[in-house]
Structure formats: C-alpha cells, structure tokens
C-alpha cells in the first residue's frame, strides 16, 4: 500500500489532547523544547508515557462496550467517557488481550494446583489480576504490578473504593503512607520507576523495594508495551535484573507485546504519527522484527523454547472459527487491508526456561531433558509447547553453541 494511504494513527484512535485525565503534551513545529532543561524534558516525556495506559484503557473499554471481551473491571478505571475505537483498533485489542491472557491462563493452570508468580511491568490499570481472581476456580498466585508513582496511585484509589475489586484481595492489605504502594498476600502494586533498576541510569531502587518478589516460585514477566519507551539497553536490564532476582532452579519466563517492522513504508508512518504525539518507541529499532525478538528472548536466558508471531497469525491459529464468527457479527469491518497492515506491525513474543537443579547449575550433571519439570513427564510450559508458533530446543549442553542462530528454536 502506498504510503500515502496509510492510515494515520492518530486518526485511528481518536486521539486528541487531553487537558485532562493524565495529560497529554502536544508540540508544534514552534515549540521550545530545545531549550528545556533535561529534566524538564525527562519529566514532560515521562508524562507522555505514563498517559499511554489512559489510551491503554480508552481502547479496553471500546472492546468491552462493542462485545469484544468481557471485563467487568474496566469501567472502574475509566478516567474519560466512553469513546469508540474505530474497529481496526477494537481487533486488535481484541487479539492482543486474548493472546496474552491465553499464554498466562497456560502457565498459571499448569501443574495444578502449583502456585505460581506473574509480574507485569508497567501495568496501569491492567484489570488481568482481577479477571482472573474472579474466575469459578481463582489460580494460587503471586501477582506483582510495577509503574510510576502516578499510575499506581490512581489504581490503589480505585481500588479502595470499589468493593469488586477489593474483594478479591487477601487481608490483610497495607497501603503505603504516600498512597502509591499496596501490599497484601496475593497482591502487590509496586510504585518503581523501572529505569532505576538499570544501574547505568545512576539512580538506584531504595532497599527492600522489591522484597516481595518470590525468587522460588515459577515465574511469569510481562511486558504490554512498557520495555519499548526505555532504551533499549535499560529495558535488556531491567530483565536482567528480575532474572537475576529467582533462583537458577526458577522457571521463568517473559511474554512481551511490542512494535515491529518499522523500515517499510506503513512502520514510517506508524512511527512518525507516534512521534507527533510524542511517544517514541525506543526499542524498535533493535527489536524490529519477529527473529530479532526471539533472539532477545534467548539472549536473555529464556532459551528452553519460545517464539514470535504477529497480530495477524495470532488471529488466524489462536482464535478458533467459533469465536471467529462471533466478533465478525460485532461491527462492519470495512478497512481489511488496513487492518492487515496493522496487525503485521504488532507482534507478541514468548519465551521460557525450565530452571536448572543445584547440580545443573553448578555444572555438574547435564541439563534434564525438556519436558520433566517435575520428574513424572510434565512441565510448567506444556501449554505453551501446545500452542501454535511455539519453537521447541534442546537444553544448552556443556561445550555446545551457546549462542542464537535461529536453529536454536524449532
């Protein structure tokens, strides 16, 4: 498609300054930000940032009102009135959701009743916990939400006051003084800036900040958009860091949503109509395409088996014809080649490892084979291994090629 056909994002979603909410900052050709101090600079980009997860929720909400998905959380962190999403945009929250909540619900009803730890990174007003803790039969779950200061106190307040949603959370609860921390049992909303878990950035997390994570428990990470707006070398770290945290015998894991495929004439446009409004997706450029995400994923040790798939092949192999033909009964869907282009621009990656023994770790016995994670033949990632897309490897053995080719996977 010529570029000049494109669609503009902006349109796409409606957007437009929010002189209200969490603000939204636009710049015109005029604009003095040149001469801004850098912290300044840092603190209007920082706002920019943390307004997505009002445009996050805008989208949800447009999903849930139009019959797309069932979230009965969403409206209680509405912070606009309803705005309908073109429905390009309500597809594609429609996958993105479905394909994420399928990879979590595989890893937390793994194994039974083995309780299990996710932590999503960037999580504003995410309403997954809460999804999930509603269901007939609620996992045994950890569950850990990090953002700024400004997001989690806004979802702590929502909270607080809506009896749907503090009922499922285990008591005893402890708000933080300042309103921007909550802690309880099952559930914890950290207020971090997740820069400062990089120690390049020269402004390190406070002690016993993040003492709540299990380094024993299976772990899932999440990142829904939220590592691509840190550099690229920030984001590699904060990983790393929550890899260091668990135990080498851990399996963990990280499932990423995220931008791809920005060199052709619709990523331009896609990233230029970001750029007008101030959003830059800093990552792109080193994570641009499905290999160069899964490469990501090995090199940051999830090297058990994985992949990476755009919207578009998540729509065709994870949504069966049933569903199919329900949300095809939703809205007339007018702009098809559009909504192709889209959906080949976003993709999800997953990849897992299986943890090591002490042994296995220490170099001293090989690795088991995949698939034993508890010694009877089952593994905390089966259902991953069972879905379309999923690349299967071989343990790393000793004095073998350590290093991503593409061949590692499948």
């Not at 772990?219 to 690229?232: H, N, Q």
């Not at 058990?304 to 569903?323: N, S």
Request: overall charge negative.
């Amino acid at each position: 498609m010529a570029g000049a056909h494109i669609p503009n994002l902006l349109t796409s979603h409606n957007a437009r300054p929010l002189g209200h909410g969490r603000g939204r900052v636009r710049r015109g050709p005029d604009s003095d930000e040149g001469d801004e101090e850098p912290d300044t600079a840092r603190a209007r980009k920082d706002k920019i940032v943390q307004g997505t997860d009002n445009d996050a929720n805008v989208s949800r909400m447009s999903a849930v009102e139009v019959g797309y998905l069932h979230d009965p959380y969403a409206r209680l962190f509405a912070t606009v009135g309803n705005q309908r999403r073109f429905p390009i945009i309500n597809r594609g929250t429609y996958v993105r959701t479905r394909a994420i909540d399928k990879l979590v619900e595989a890893f937390l009803f793994s194994q039974g009743s083995t309780r299990k730890q996710v932590i999503s990174l960037g999580a504003g007003s995410d309403t997954r916990y809460f999804r999930l803790m509603s269901r007939e039969r609620p996992p045994d779950v950890l569950y850990h939400e990090l953002d700024f200061p400004v997001n989690t106190s806004l979802k702590i307040a929502t909270i607080q006051g809506a009896p749907s949603l503090r009922r499922h959370i285990d008591d005893p609860l402890f708000v933080l003084s300042t309103d921007t921390e909550l802690h309880a049992p099952n559930y914890h909303i950290h207020a971090i800036d997740l820069r400062t878990l990089d120690r390049a950035y020269g402004q390190p997390i406070g002690p016993g900040k993040l003492d709540h994570i299990d380094p024993a428990l299976p772990t899932l990470l999440i990142s829904e958009c939220c590592l691509t707006y840190l550099a690229p070398e920030t984001a590699d770290a904060v990983i790393k860091h929550f890899v260091g945290i668990l135990s080498p015998a851990t399996p963990a894991a990280l499932v990423l949503y995220e931008p791809i495929n920005p060199f052709d004439s619709f990523g331009k446009v896609m990233i230029a109509n970001l750029a007008a409004r101030g959003i830059v997706m800093q990552t792109i450029q080193k994570y641009h395409s499905l290999e160069t995400q899964k490469e990501r994923l090995w090199n940051y040790g999830f090297v058990d088996g994985g992949g990476a798939e755009d919207v578009d092949f998540l729509y065709q192999e994870w949504v069966d014809a049933r569903e199919k033909k329900r949300i095809g009964r939703l809205e007339m869907l007018d702009e098809v080649e559009e909504l192709n282009l889209l959906a080949k621009h976003y993709c999800v990656a997953w990849g897992f490892r299986e943890g090591k023994s002490a042994q296995e770790a220490d170099g001293k016995v090989e690795a088991k084979d995949e698939g034993k994670g508890d010694g009877k033949g089952t593994s905390t990632w089966d259902g991953w291994r069972a879905l379309p897309g999923t690349l299967r490897a071989p343990p790393v053995r000793e004095n073998s090629q350590s290093s991503f080719t593409g061949n590692n996977w499948g």
